[in-house]
């Protein structure tokens, strides 16, 4: 990646990782044009391919931006320090609203994302994610107090189970064509209630 892109404005950095966002949001790998990204961004293609080298330099770049902000953005809403799961929940999305306002197709992009086969990104992409996710599971569960929850139960399965479940929605709420994101915070709302009933002691 050309240095350069980091000298740009951030108002102009912004555009183009939106572009890119949008862009291979809305289609595979392999059909997404740079020339369309170049083209929302306000820059020509020559200029997109001073900044990265080609388009697999841009998703990856694209990729690890995402999964930096996300992390910056969970640290800064306290969302590690917390030994209340709920809370730490809460704050989460909490933040991550806040980083789609900036970036408003950067949840679809992680999806689509995480379901890329194609064969030039899909190893890269998926160990890049196992890293993430061992980071923050780790990290969540080092923090919980097991005398929160019911008698008997597994942590580590309880987290995987509400993961898996939100990865879920989030697929089905991304097809949306229209995101509602005040809807998004309101039934993950309702999600945390059913789980606080679920897993909590009385």
Known sequence: ??????????????????AGYRVFSQNSYKKSPMSEIAD????????LFHYFR??????LFLWDTCAEMTIRYLEQYGCYEQTDLFEMLYRGMQAKIRLMHRYPYIGNYAMKVF???????????QES???YKDIKANGTLL?????????GIDLSMMYQEMYLASLGYLWEFMQNEEMD????????????????????RE
Not at 40 to 47: F, H, M, Q, R, V
Not at 54 to 59: D, G, I, S, T, W
Not at 143 to 151: A, G, I
Request: proline share 4%; hydrophobic share 30%; with cysteine.
């Open 115 to 125: 379901y890329e086969r194609d064969p030039e990104v899909c190893r890269e992409i």
């Open 54 to 59: 080609n388009k697999k330099e841009l998703y």
């Open 143 to 151: 923090n919980l107090d097991p005398k929160q929850f019911r008698e």
């Open 1 to 18: 990646m050309n240095e350069k892109f980091f000298a740009l404005p951030e108002e102009k950095q912004q555009r183009i990782l939106n």
């Open 129 to 131: 994610y196992k890293r």
């Open 40 to 47: 929302e961004a306000g820059i020509s293609k020559s200029l």
């Open 181 to 200: 994101v005040d809807q998004m915070e309101a039934d993950f709302t309702k999600m945390f209630e059913f789980w606080k009933k679920t897993y909590l």
